[in-house]
């Protein structure tokens, strides 16, 4: 499995950008998929999920982000999206899509992507 991760950028506090994550693979629609971020200097952190069956489906999202970013998926593309808006200059860091092929869980990952920088200016 191989996933490109895009979309990053330098936006203004309170701007919005959407990160999107193209995998390859056939089995696509059974992974579960999740977006990291790890800002300098802190750990990695689970961001958003969203298991196989997308929109009717279980989302996770860190308390940070709640309210304010939304996972989604389109099986057909074989990509996932991180809508993110409201953004705050605490949101700047470098964002990984990853995904867990191996079972249903949202905190295990097997494969990662990239990573796109997202900065946000005060």
């Known amino acids: 499995v191989q996933l490109q991760a895009s979309g990053g950028g330098l936006v203004q506090a309170g701007g919005s950008l959407r990160l999107s994550c193209a995998a390859s693979g056939r089995t696509f629609r059974r992974y579960v998929m999740g977006w990291f971020r790890q800002a300098p200097g802190k750990k990695r952190e689970l961001v958003a999920a969203?298991?196989?069956?997308?929109?009717?489906?279980?989302?996770y999202y860190a308390d940070s982000v709640k309210g304010r970013f939304t996972i989604s998926r389109d099986n057909a593309k074989n990509t996932v999206y991180l809508q993110m808006n409201s953004l705050k200059p605490e949101d700047t860091a470098v964002y990984y899509c990853a995904a867990n092929s191996e079972n249903y869980s949202v905190y295990d990952y097997d494969y990662w992507g990239q990573g796109t920088q997202v900065t946000v200016s005060s």
């Open positions: 969203i298991d196989w069956n997308g929109s009717g489906g279980y989302t």
